[in-house]
């Protein structure tokens, strides 16, 4: 309800500016760098090295989980030819296994989303200095964002985001 609030109030904040500033011949442009982050050849290269840090824990629990399955059913098989005791003890080993089997598909995921958010803090501050340096040398006065700013309405041609990636290719280039 406060975002929806916030975004009326920059919304009608902009409607008053806008005219004042076209009146002062200032120079806007807006950057989309969710965009950036993933065309960017650094953003490419970030969403493979995640990509496969996704793959290979899905694969380790996959076969934790292919373990549990086999451990059920093998339980499902003897538990009318086992002891009460021997089908409780079994039973009491897979309700272990499985709670750590849990707790493991819990942490892998608190670890890939913080992985990720690392890895896109790192990419948006080195877009910030790229962003900042286009807009002194070009003689920009405020440049937005496209998806956080609430511009409903731009022109390709305030839209920087290109050349923002292009800048920041090069700079990462070797």
Do not use: C, H
Not at 96 to 121: A, I
Not at 166 to 173: P, V
């Amino acid at each position: 309800m406060g975002t929806r609030w916030t975004r009326i109030a920059a919304v009608s904040l902009m409607l008053l500016v806008v005219p004042a500033l076209a009146a002062a011949d200032i120079k806007i442009a807006f950057v989309d760098l969710q965009k950036a982050m993933e065309m960017s050849s650094e953003g490419k290269k970030a969403k493979g090295i995640f990509q496969k840090k996704v793959e290979k824990i899905q694969g380790e629990l996959k076969a934790k989980q292919d373990e549990l399955t086999a451990l059920k059913e093998e339980l499902e098989r003897q538990s009318s030819v086992l002891t009460l005791t021997a089908r409780e003890e079994k039973e009491k080993s897979y309700q272990y296994k499985l709670r750590d089997y849990q707790r493991l598909v819990k942490d892998s995921q608190e670890e890939l989303q913080r992985e990720d958010q690392e890895l896109s803090q790192r990419i948006l501050k080195d877009l910030q200095v790229v962003i900042d340096g286009f807009g002194k040398k070009e003689g920009y006065d405020l440049i937005l964002e496209r998806t956080q700013s609430a511009i409903l309405f731009g022109t390709s041609k305030v839209d920087v985001t290109d050349k923002i990636i292009e800048l920041y290719n090069g700079k990462k280039s070797p």
